[in-house]
């Protein structure tokens, strides 16, 4: 893993993310629903009010992955968690501990900002990633069932 290095994602990172989130996006077979553009990057992820922050993954000097991480609340643990939003490493850079070392910087963060937990969702069908996050010792929560309003039924909702 030597060869793997992590950085800060910067402004100048915007086009590189969203590249990476469009790979993802056909990873995930939801490459249709990506609407993001590079302004929506840098506005959203590098303005100063953001509670939302990325690295990039480098193999060799060469991007190949990328992270977006932001700061929640247990109000149970009364303290901060970290939430992954969402991590993602190209193909041909896979197995060469990437994730593994984006996932540990990430877990030292949660550490370092004294967070009560670190949490993130994968896809139940996502079976290689399953079994990463279970071999570095990472638990399922199947006890809580994600929701998500978004689009008109968020628009709606919000005027009812």
């Not at 939302?52 to 901060?80: D, Q, R």
């Not at 540990?104 to 079994?131: M, T």
């Amino acid at each position: 893993m030597s060869e793997v290095q992590i950085r800060k994602a910067n402004i100048d990172d915007a086009s590189l993310i969203l590249s990476f989130v469009k790979e993802l996006a056909i990873y995930e077979k939801a490459e249709n629903e990506v609407i993001a553009t590079v302004e929506d990057i840098e506005k959203n992820l590098f303005d100063e009010s953001t509670t939302t922050e990325a690295v990039i993954c480098l193999y060799g000097g060469k991007p190949v992955g990328f992270a977006v991480y932001f700061l929640n609340f247990s109000t149970w643990l009364g303290k901060n968690g970290l939430y992954l939003e969402d991590l993602y490493v190209s193909p041909e850079f896979r197995g060469c501990g990437a994730g593994k070392k984006m996932l540990k910087h990430l877990a030292q963060l949660a550490v370092e900002y004294n967070c009560g937990r670190f949490e993130w969702s994968v896809l139940d069908w996502n079976e290689p990633a399953i079994k990463f996050y279970e071999s570095i010792g990472a638990k399922s929560q199947s006890e809580w069932v994600g929701y998500r309003l978004q689009g008109q039924a968020l628009e709606s909702f919000a005027k009812s």
